[in-house]
């Protein structure tokens, strides 16, 4: 069994940088993402790390300003969010899939979830 927790979300200005944390628990043999939900619109895929961190991967929207990294001895998974935008407000979320490979932007390979943590950035 995988546990979640995140931590890090608050308020930002346009331009600033957060540091989002994922605290992990069982998660070593899984991939882990981040999600995000803005109000009023589906969930979608921001960045995703494999097991080893040997690979990772952006959704466009983020690709140069975020940058996810794991600690596999710590149990946690980051996103350094950089050059913050009003359109990256949401509700961030980590996740937890045995798989790799271009089914990782789907949200239904994952079988954890944590309970999220709110971003709000202002212009």
């Known amino acids: 069994q995988v546990h979640l927790a995140e931590s890090g979300g608050g308020l930002a200005q346009a331009g600033d940088s957060l540091r989002l944390s994922c605290a992990a628990s069982g998660f070593n043999d899984y991939s882990v993402a981040w999600f995000r939900q803005a109000p009023g619109k589906e969930r979608e895929f921001v960045a995703a790390?494999?097991?080893?961190?040997?690979?990772?991967t952006y959704a466009d929207s983020v690709r140069g300003r975020f940058t996810i990294s794991r600690d596999n001895a710590k149990n946690s998974v980051d996103l350094e969010m950089d050059s913050l935008k009003a359109e990256d407000t949401g509700v961030y979320y980590c996740?937890?899939?045995?798989?790799?490979?271009?089914?990782?932007?789907?949200?239904?390979?994952?079988?954890?979830w944590g309970q999220g943590t709110q971003v709000t950035v202002s212009s």
């Open positions: 790390v494999n097991r080893d961190e040997t690979d990772t």
């Open positions: 996740a937890a899939t045995i798989y790799w490979g271009a089914v990782v932007f789907r949200e239904d390979v994952y079988s954890f």
